[in-house]
């Protein structure tokens, strides 16, 4: 088991993404759309 360090996004460590997220993930949506996640540009939870 890996670690993971306490903060943001610390509950994510392993998580499923089904359901809504993932049908966002895959489906392209509007122009300019943020989807959930960490990315070196933003950051931006459910």
Do not use: D, I, K
């Amino acid at each position: 088991m890996t670690s993971c360090s306490a903060g943001v996004g610390a509950s994510w460590h392993g998580a499923f993404v089904g359901g809504e997220l993932l049908v966002r993930a895959v489906t392209r949506g509007p122009a300019g759309e943020r989807l959930p996640g960490n990315f070196p540009e933003y950051q931006l939870l459910p």
